[in-house]
């Protein structure tokens, strides 16, 4: 929606590298989830954030609620990688509204 | 811009009742989804299409029907509406690909008593 704007829209990392992407919030938002689309359509939970950082195996993701963004960084990229990732941030004043990124598709090479 | 369109955007409905959420997508995207939001289980799977008059189980269908009558509509269908149910959802369209983006709609708060 256009209160989150993830980028980039895609990216190509070749084995062993790592990058990150990120999510900028137009408003304050009070948690941030982070996705990873499978080949069907779901969606696997990466990370919940209400604050701070958190870090599992080669992704690190950290939200900032005064700065307005949260990023997701991925080290020793793998071919397994790929995909595509959502960001998804919880509305501070109704955790069920969530606004979401539009999507990153990783693409990682040999 | 892609656009999703849900609604309603809330509805509270009486248990053994029916409900149907609906979804427009002005994206011409092949795919849309249907997800639930609860607590504590991120965003699950319930149904999806690849196309009008396509309908595929996701992850969670019981209790859900699915129909895809055109490109650009996608309902969700609580026949005999349970507490259980009362949830978030959340309609998406993408294009085809496993490494498709997805354009999420606002979500329908459903309520069930």
């Known amino acids: 929606g256009d209160q989150v704007e993830q980028s980039p829209s895609a990216l190509s990392l070749h084995e062993g590298t790592g990058s990150a992407l990120r999510c900028n919030f137009t408003?304050?938002?009070?948690?941030v989830q982070w996705f990873r689309k499978n080949s069907r359509g779901s969606l696997i939970n990466l990370f919940y954030?209400?604050?701070g950082t958190k870090e599992n195996g080669r992704l690190k993701s950290a939200f900032d609620s005064k700065e307005r963004y949260s990023t997701l960084h991925i080290r020793d990229a793998q071919l397994e990688d790929s995909g595509t990732y959502f960001c998804?941030?919880?509305?501070?004043?109704?955790?069920?509204?969530?606004?979401f990124g539009s999507g990153t598709k990783l693409t990682v090479e040999p | 811009e892609a656009a999703v369109t849900q609604s309603p955007r809330n509805k509270v409905a009486v248990t053994g009742g029916k409900v149907t959420l609906s979804c427009n997508q002005t994206?011409?995207?092949?795919?849309m989804y249907w997800y639930r939001q609860d607590t504590g289980h991120g965003l699950r799977l319930i149904h999806y299409?690849?196309?009008?008059?396509?309908?595929e189980k996701g992850d969670i269908p019981d209790g859900y029907k699915a129909s895809r009558p055109s490109q650009e509509n996608f309902s969700l269908i609580l026949e005999l509406a349970t507490p259980s149910q009362t949830s978030v959802y959340f309609c998406?369209?993408?294009?085809?690909?496993?490494?498709?983006?997805?354009?999420f709609g606002h979500g329908t708060k459903l309520s069930v008593l």
């Open positions: 994206n011409n995207h092949n795919n």
């Open positions: 408003t304050t938002m009070r948690a």
């Open positions: 998804a941030a919880e509305d501070v004043s109704n955790y069920n509204v969530l606004y």
């Open positions: 998406a369209s993408g294009d085809r690909g496993s490494n498709e983006r997805l354009f």
């Open positions: 954030l209400a604050s």
């Open positions: 299409s690849y196309g009008a008059g396509s309908t």
